[in-house]
């Protein structure tokens, strides 16, 4: 990614600040970066950075370490925000592109200090020396965990003549990932261009759609759509063409589409960190069967009704609530289940044709950061949260005492929606979803 532009460090900026008021001067929070990956034996899979660290400092290279001491000084001067980076390396860096080194972490990313992070296994005992918690999430990152325990251990055996070690490790779940849950007017900038881009990319797909064509040719005009605009994709594409779809992670990609057939695609471009997630399912022939509009309509209407509850101060299980309910209505009406609905749900009966959740936070991960409950009780909805919003039903070809007409229909909706104090905003409404809007994009 490029070198942040004076706007976007003012808002990394802000982060970082808003992150040393709440762990105090007390506490110290370390985040390290991604590491990178090999792929098969010297090739590396493409970066990408943990979301934690890009999040505070927009900076995009493997191998580095953020520290954040609330009210640290060095010389008389500011130091709170410390980079560790790779060394510059000219001869590497002609193979394996340009490093900011100390200097760029400095001058080009806004840090306070910048050193190589050879430097930061040396420093840790005076940086960590009367801290009383370190903000850190164990387990992911092995390597420095034990460094930081040994460390945290060799303080304490000292610590009757010094400074006190450091009591507890506290997760960056409590402090940062709340932080992260509610969106600023930056990151709903990028949201929203994420959005637009990969909404157009499903009208794309539709467009290109004929029997005959092959899953992955539909996935390769998304995934064109999204790097003409900047973007790739924020997770592997589900492209489900016939009774594919009923395999909610299906990632293969390979099979021949068929007339009569639906195709399922669960795709989003993901735009300067932040995704976009996106499900639609239409006919490959471009028109809907009988059978196919009826489960449809039923899993539209959930949906629907589920995006209407999207409002501050709503339980945020209230969407899963009402899509459950309004599915498993649905349902009985079809013949699919028999019984009262209420019993039907108490009983997990609906489960047999709708077996996930109906949303999730959206952000730098595509199932973004950040508490559903507390205390036990689902959490209510602020402004500035962001979220999907997905009913689907799946019937499955093997399924046993079904009309015949409805096995192998699998349907998915699903829309991205920034819950705001004028109402549920859907991000993603470029992509068509209402049957006669997807027939008529289908032909034209």
Not at 154 to 159: A, L, P, Q
Not at 185 to 194: D, M, Q, T
Request: net charge negative; with cysteine; glycine share 10%.
């Amino acid at each position: 990614m490029p070198i942040p532009t004076p706007a976007e460090l003012a808002e990394f900026s802000a982060r970082r600040a808003r992150l040393l008021k709440a762990i105090g001067p007390e506490g110290i929070a370390i985040v390290p970066a991604a590491r990178e990956v090999i792929r098969n034996r010297d090739s590396h899979y493409k970066f990408r950075q943990d979301s934690d660290f890009w999040y505070l400092t927009g900076f995009n290279e493997p191998e580095s370490i953020a520290v954040f001491a609330p009210n640290r000084r060095d010389g008389g001067q500011p130091a709170e925000y410390l980079l560790f980076t790779r060394p510059r390396d000219k001869a590497r860096e002609i193979w394996d592109g340009r490093r900011a080194g100390p200097e760029g972490a400095v001058s080009q990313y806004g840090a306070d200090q910048g050193f190589v992070l050879e430097q930061l296994e040396s420093m840790l005992p005076r940086l960590l020396a009367g801290r009383q918690q370190i903000h850190y999430t164990l387990g992911e990152h092995p390597h420095w965990d034990a460094k930081l325990t040994a460390c945290v251990r060799e303080i304490r055996e000292v610590s009757r003549r010094g400074p006190d070690a450091p009591g507890s490790f506290i997760a960056l779940d409590s402090t940062l990932h709340e932080q992260r849950l509610i969106k600023s007017a930056a990151e709903l900038e990028l949201i929203r261009k994420a959005c637009e881009v990969s909404a157009a990319a499903h009208l794309r797909a539709m467009k290109m759609t004929r029997p005959g064509a092959w899953e992955w040719q539909v996935a390769a005009e998304i995934h064109h759509e999204f790097e003409r605009n900047e973007m790739e994709p924020g997770y592997g594409s589900i492209v489900g063409g016939g009774d594919n779809a009923c395999i909610l992670h299906y990632k293969e990609n390979e099979s021949r589409l068929r007339d009569g057939d639906l195709l399922l695609i669960d795709a989003g471009g993901e735009y300067r960190g932040y995704t976009a997630d996106i499900t639609r399912t239409f006919p490959v022939g471009g028109r809907y069967s009988g059978a196919q509009k009826e489960v449809y309509e039923v899993v539209l209407a959930a949906q629907r009704a589920a995006i209407a509850e999207l409002k501050p101060g709503v339980s945020s299980a209230r969407p899963h609530e009402v899509a459950t309910r309004t599915l498993t209505e649905g349902l009985v009406a079809l013949g699919l289940l028999h019984g009262d609905p209420t019993e039907l749900i108490a009983t997990d009966q609906h489960r047999q044709f709708y077996m996930h959740g109906t949303g999730h936070w959206l952000g730098l991960d595509v199932h973004d950061v950040g508490r559903y409950k507390f205390d036990g009780k689902p959490r209510p909805f602020q402004a500035g949260m962001v979220m999907t919003v997905e009913p689907g039903l799946y019937i499955a070809p093997d399924t046993e005492g079904v009309d015949p007409r409805f096995l192998g229909i699998g349907i998915r909706i699903e829309d991205d929606v920034l819950i705001s104090d004028e109402g549920p905003q859907v991000l993603t409404a470029g992509a068509p979803k209402a049957i006669a809007d997807v027939e008529a994009a289908m032909r034209g």
